[in-house]
C-alpha cells in the first residue's frame, strides 16, 4: 500500500518544493543580475537535506513514529483530569464538578488514585496515533492526487475532512479495547486496579464484547473530532502565516514555526472539545453499564439535558441570582465540558506541537500552506 501511495505522492501538490520548481522552469526567466528573494528562498528549501522523500514509506512511518509519541505521552499526562472528567460524566450527582471530583478521588483513593487507567491509556492511544497521524498523511496525499493540484487546492478543506475521517476509522478500532479497559478500570470501584486485573475480567463476564462495544460511540466521538482536529488546525495554520505571523513561513525558524503549531492546535483543540464531547459522554456511560447500547445512554442522558425538578433553586454564578429549575436544564450529555475543554485543547495543542517537532528531528518534508497553482491563477485571470 506504502509503495502504491508513495509513487502518486511525488506529484502531490502539498509537496512545496516541486511546485516552486515547476513554476521557475515554466515563468519567465529572469534577466542576469542579482538573484530575486523568492528564487532564493525556493532554492534554500530545495537544498534543505531531507531524511527522506515526501510520501516514501518510510515518510508514512515516521509520520506514524510521531503519532505514537505525541499522542500515547498526552494523553498519558492528563490521566487525572481524564479521570475526574469520566467520573462526573458517570456519576454526576457525586462528582459535582472539577474541583470537587479531584477532592473526592484524593479522599478516597490517594494521590495514586488520580493514575489509575495510565496502562490502557497509554497503549490504546499510543495505537490510535500511529493510526490517526500515519494513516493521514497516507490518505491526504492519496486523496491529493485523485483531485489533481487545482481541486486539491479549491477543495483542501473537504481534503483535509476526508482523510483525517478515514483515518480515523481505523484509529478507533485500534483504540477501543484499551479505551474500555481504561473506564471500567476508572468509573467502577472495585472492580479493578491495573489493566493485568481489567482485560481478563472483562473477557470473562463478555467476551470479546466488552472490548469493542464501544466502537461505534467511539466513531461517533473521534470521527467528528479528529475531523475538526486537522481540518481546524491546517486551515488556522494557513490563516496565522497569512494574516498574523509578520513574515512568510519560509523565513521563520523552527522554534517560531513552532509556536504557530501550537497555537493553532489549541485553537483547533477547542472546537474538537465542544463538536466530540456528547459522543464522549455516551462512551464514558456505555462502557460502565452492562447491556447498554449507545442510543438507550443518549436517551436518557439527553441530548439537550433535562429539567430540573420544580422547588430548587440554582445560583447564576457569582451574582446569586435564583430562579426556579423548570426554566434551567441539567447538563445531560454536557456534562463535563469545561473540564474536557482544557484536557482536550492542552491536548491537541501538545499533541501537535510533539508530531511537528518529531518531524523536525528527523528532518521531514514539512510542506507550507498551500498556495493557489499557477494554472489555476491562469484561469482566474489573476496573472498574465
Not at 462495544?213 to 475531523?227: C, D, E, F, N, S
Not at 453499564?289 to 438507550?296: D, L
Not at 518534508?365 to 485571470?381: A, F, H
Amino acid at each position: 500500500m506504502f509503495s502504491s501511495v508513495a509513487h502518486l505522492a511525488r506529484a502531490n501538490p502539498f509537496n512545496a518544493p516541486h511546485l516552486q520548481l515547476v513554476h521557475d522552469v515554466s515563468g519567465p526567466r529572469s534577466p542576469p543580475g542579482p538573484p530575486r528573494r523568492s528564487r532564493h528562498l525556493a532554492a534554500a528549501a530545495v537544498e534543505e537535506q531531507y531524511s527522506c522523500e515526501y510520501g516514501s514509506g518510510r515518510f508514512f512511518i515516521l509520520c506514524g513514529l510521531g503519532g505514537i509519541i505525541s499522542c500515547g505521552t498526552t494523553h498519558t499526562a492528563l490521566v487525572p483530569l481524564d479521570l475526574v472528567k469520566c467520573r462526573m460524566q458517570v456519576d454526576p450527582q457525586k462528582y459535582k464538578g472539577i474541583f470537587n471530583g479531584f477532592s473526592i478521588t484524593l479522599k478516597e483513593d490517594g494521590v495514586r488514585g488520580l493514575a489509575k487507567g495510565w496502562a490502557p491509556t497509554l497503549i490504546g492511544y499510543s495505537m490510535q496515533g500511529l493510526c490517526k497521524f500515519g494513516f493521514y498523511e497516507v490518505f491526504k496525499a492519496l486523496y491529493s492526487n485523485i483531485l489533481g493540484e487545482e481541486n486539491t487546492y479549491l477543495w483542501r478543506t473537504s481534503l483535509y475532512l476526508a482523510a483525517s475521517a478515514s483515518a480515523e476509522f481505523f484509529a478507533d478500532i485500534a483504540l477501543a479495547p484499551m479505551e474500555a479497559a481504561k473506564v471500567r478500570i476508572q468509573t467502577q470501584p472495585g472492580y479493578a486496579n491495573t489493566l493485568r486485573e481489567a482485560v481478563p475480567k472483562m473477557y470473562k463476564e463478555e467476551g470479546l464484547n466488552a472490548f469493542y462495544k464501544g466502537v461505534a460511540p467511539l466513531w461517533m466521538r473521534q470521527i467528528p473530532y479528529t475531523m475538526m482536529k486537522f481540518a481546524c488546525f491546517e486551515r488556522t495554520v494557513e490563516a496565522l502565516y497569512k494574516f498574523v505571523v509578520p513574515k512568510p513561513r519560509s523565513e521563520c525558524t523552527k522554534a517560531e514555526q513552532l509556536v504557530v503549531t501550537f497555537v493553532a492546535g489549541y485553537i483547533a483543540g477547542v472546537f474538537c472539545a465542544i463538536v466530540s464531547h456528547p459522543a464522549d459522554s455516551v462512551v464514558s456511560v456505555l462502557n460502565k453499564e452492562k447491556g447498554s447500547t449507545a442510543s438507550q445512554v443518549l436517551q436518557r442522558l439527553g441530548f439537550r439535558g433535562k429539567l430540573g425538578s420544580p422547588g430548587t433553586w440554582h445560583c447564576l454564578g457569582r451574582w446569586r441570582w435564583f430562579v426556579r429549575s423548570p426554566f434551567f436544564s441539567e447538563p445531560g450529555v454536557w456534562k463535563g465540558l469545561f473540564a474536557r475543554i482544557i484536557m482536550i485543547g492542552t491536548l491537541t495543542a501538545l499533541q501537535w506541537f510533539i508530531y511537528d517537532s518529531v518531524k523536525v528531528y528527523f528532518r521531514l518534508p514539512r510542506p507550507p500552506p498551500p498556495e493557489m497553482p499557477e494554472s489555476l491563477k491562469k484561469k482566474l485571470g489573476l496573472t498574465e
